[in-house]
C-alpha cells in the first residue's frame, strides 16, 4: 500500500495511477475537516482559481503535456475532456462537473480509501510508507513546519509576491522608451547599437530601428530618491516580519528590497545597464521596467516590483515612477501563500527525495507551477510509488517528452535561483534536425511535440508494470 497527503490534482492522480498499477492507496485530505484560505468545497481535486487547464493544441507544451497524460491514462485529464466548457484553443472545465467526476473516479475506486483527516507530521510508522506529500500550495502549517525540518528551512519557501499591472494606454508614453536590457530583443536582433562617444562616455548606444521588448521608465538621480523615500516610508497591506517571513530570494517584494539599502533597488529590478534612452543617448540613474503581460498588448506588468504595500501606497509610490503618473492599475501587486520546496536541492527526476526512497513530493509543493503541471508531478510519483510496492524500479519518461523534462526542471535547474515554473518548450530538448530544411518557429513547436509523443509512446509500451493486485 502507498498513503498519499493532499487530494487536490497531483493526489488523485498519483492516487489514480499507483491503483490503476494494481497498488493499495490510502489518500489523506484535510478538507472539510479543515478548510483553507481558498477551497471552497470538500470535493477532491478542486480548482482553486481559473477553470482553465490552458492550451489544448500540440504547438502549446501545456497541449503537449495534456496530450501524454492522455495516452498515460490520466483521471484529471479523463474528467477535464468529459466536462468541458468552450474556450476556444484552451480547454476550459465545468469546474464543479470536473471536481465531483475526479473525487467518484477515486471513492469508487476499489483500491483506494480517503479519509478525511490533516496530517501534522511526515508518519514515523514504517507503514505509512511509501509516502507521497501532495498538499499543494497552501499545506497545512503544522506539516509545513515538519517539511521544512525535513529538507532544510532554507529549502521551503512560504510566499509568492506578484507586480503590480497597468492599463497600457494610461501610461505616459512621452516619457518611457521602448527597448531591451543590452538590445536583446525577444524577436530576435538587436535593438541597440553600442558606439562609443565622441567625449568617451562608456555609456552611449545608437538606437537600432528594431524596437525592444520593455517600455522603460527612467529615472533621474533625484526622481530615483523621491521615489526611494516614498517606498521606504510606505505601508504594508499585512505586516510582514521580514527576518522572519520566508520569501523566495529572487522573489522579494521591492519594500523588502528598499529596506536593504537605498541602492538594493538600483542593482537589482530598477538596474539601469543595458537601457540607453535615446532621447539622452544615456544610461539613466535607474528604470522601471514594463513588460507586455497579454497578447493584446494593453496590460503591462512591472518587472520584478512584486509587492504587498497597501493598494493605496502603491498607487501612491508608483506615481512617482516617471511615465506612471496617471497609470490605471488592473491588478495591484500582492503576496500569497505559496509553500514549494527548492526542487533540484531535494529531489530526483522520479520524484523521490535524494535522501530517502520512499518519501516522495507532488504538485505544486514539489516545485511545479500550475492545474496540469501539478497532475503530471502526480501521475509519475504515484507510478513510482506503486513501482517501490512492486518492487519494480522506479522510471523517468525521456527528456524529450513534457513529462520528463518538467521531471528534469524540477530536479536539475539551478537550486540558487529557483522559481516554480509551467510547462514550456524551453525547458523541453530542442527539436530535432530535418536535413536541409530550417524549420519556422510553429514547425519547431510540433516537431518537438511529434518527436515527444512517439518516444513516450515508446518509453510506455517498454514499461516492466504489470497490473495484478499489490
Ligand atoms: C490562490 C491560488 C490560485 C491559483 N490559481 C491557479 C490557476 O488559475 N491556474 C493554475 O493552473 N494554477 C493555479 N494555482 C496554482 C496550482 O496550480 C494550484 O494551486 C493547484 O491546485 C495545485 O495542485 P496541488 O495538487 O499541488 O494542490 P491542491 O490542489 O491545493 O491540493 C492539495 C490538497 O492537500 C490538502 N492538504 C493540505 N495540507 C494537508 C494536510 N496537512 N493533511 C491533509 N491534506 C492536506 C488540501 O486541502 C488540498 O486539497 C493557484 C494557486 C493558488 C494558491
Redesign the pocket.
Known amino acids: 500500500m502507498i498513503h498519499i ?9 498519483a492516487a489514480w495511477q499507483a491503483a490503476s498499477l494494481g497498488v493499495r492507496v490510502s489518500l ?4 472539510p475537516v ?6 471552497k468545497t470538500d470535493q ?11 492550451g489544448d493544441k500540440l504547438d502549446n507544451a501545456v497541449g503537449l503535456l495534456k496530450e501524454e497524460m492522455r495516452r498515460l491514462d490520466s483521471v484529471v485529464m479523463h474528467a477535464a475532456d468529459a466536462h468541458r466548457v468552450p474556450a476556444g484553443a484552451a480547454l476550459a472545465v465545468d469546474r464543479e462537473r470536473f471536481s465531483h467526476a475526479v473525487t467518484d473516479a477515486i471513492r469508487s475506486h476499489p483500491l483506494i480509501t480517503v479519509t478525511r ?4 507530521r511526515i508518519p514515523d510508522d514504517p507503514s505509512m510508507f511509501p509516502l507521497i506529500i ?7 502549517e ?3 513546519a515538519d517539511i521544512a525540518a525535513l529538507v532544510g528551512a532554507d529549502h521551503l519557501y512560504f510566499y ?1 509576491a506578484i507586480s503590480p499591472i497597468v492599463l497600457a494606454e494610461t501610461i505616459g508614453m512621452d516619457k518611457v522608451f521602448r527597448a531591451s536590457r543590452w538590445g536583446r530583443s525577444i524577436r530576435g536582433r538587436e535593438s541597440l547599437r553600442f558606439s562609443k562617444a565622441e567625449d568617451d562616455s562608456k555609456n552611449v548606444m545608437t538606437p537600432d530601428p528594431v524596437e525592444g521588448d520593455y517600455l522603460n521608465c527612467p529615472m533621474t538621480k533625484d526622481e530615483y530618491d523621491r521615489f526611494y523615500e516614498a517606498l521606504a516610508g510606505a505601508e504594508s497591506a499585512t505586516v510582514h516580519d521580514f527576518d522572519k517571513e520566508k520569501f523566495f530570494e529572487g522573489c522579494l517584494p521591492i519594500e523588502v528590497m528598499a529596506h536593504r539599502g537605498r541602492d538594493t533597488l538600483r542593482f537589482g529590478p530598477m538596474k539601469p545597464v543595458g537601457l540607453v534612452d535615446p532621447r539622452t543617448g544615456r544610461v539613466p540613474y535607474a528604470a522601471v521596467q514594463l513588460r507586455q503581460d497579454n497578447l493584446a498588448g494593453d496590460h503591462f506588468s512591472l518587472v520584478g516590483f512584486q509587492t504587498q504595500l497597501k493598494w493605496g501606497e502603491q498607487a501612491r509610490v508608483l506615481a512617482l515612477v516617471p511615465g506612471l503618473e496617471h497609470a490605471e492599475f488592473v491588478r495591484f501587486g500582492m503576496v ?3 509553500t514549494y520546496i527548492n526542487g533540484p536541492t531535494v529531489l530526483r527526476e522520479t520524484w523521490q527525495m535524494k535522501s530517502r526512497d520512499d518519501l516522495f513530493f ?5 516545485g ?8 503530471a ?2 501521475l509519475m510519483a504515484g507510478r513510482n510509488a506503486a513501482a517501490l510496492v512492486r518492487g519494480d524500479q522506479p522510471r523517468v519518461p525521456p527528456r524529450t517528452t513534457a513529462i520528463g523534462a518538467l521531471a528534469y526542471y524540477v530536479s536539475h535547474a539551478d537550486p540558487r535561483s529557483y522559481q516554480p515554473t ?1 510547462i514550456t518548450f524551453g525547458i523541453m530538448t530542442a527539436p530535432p534536425e530535418r536535413q536541409g530544411t530550417r524549420l519556422g518557429r510553429a514547425e519547431r513547436k510540433l516537431a518537438v511535440s511529434e518527436r515527444a509523443l512517439i518516444d513516450l509512446e515508446r518509453w510506455n509500451s517498454s514499461a516492466t508494470f504489470s497490473t495484478t493486485s499489490a
Do not use: F
Request: charged fraction near 20%; glycine fraction near 12%.
Open positions: 497527503i493532499g487530494g487536490g490534482l497531483a493526489g488523485c492522480e489523506h485530505e484535510m478538507r479543515r478548510p483553507t484560505a481558498v477551497h477532491l481535486a478542486e480548482l482553486v482559481c481559473s477553470n482553465s487547464l490552458r483527516e490533516e496530517i501534522t501532495a498538499t499543494g500550495p497552501l499545506t497545512s503544522s506539516l509545513s509568492d500569497h501563500r505559496n507532488a504538485g505544486q509543493i514539489s511545479v507551477e500550475g492545474y496540469v503541471e501539478s497532475a508531478s502526480g509551467n
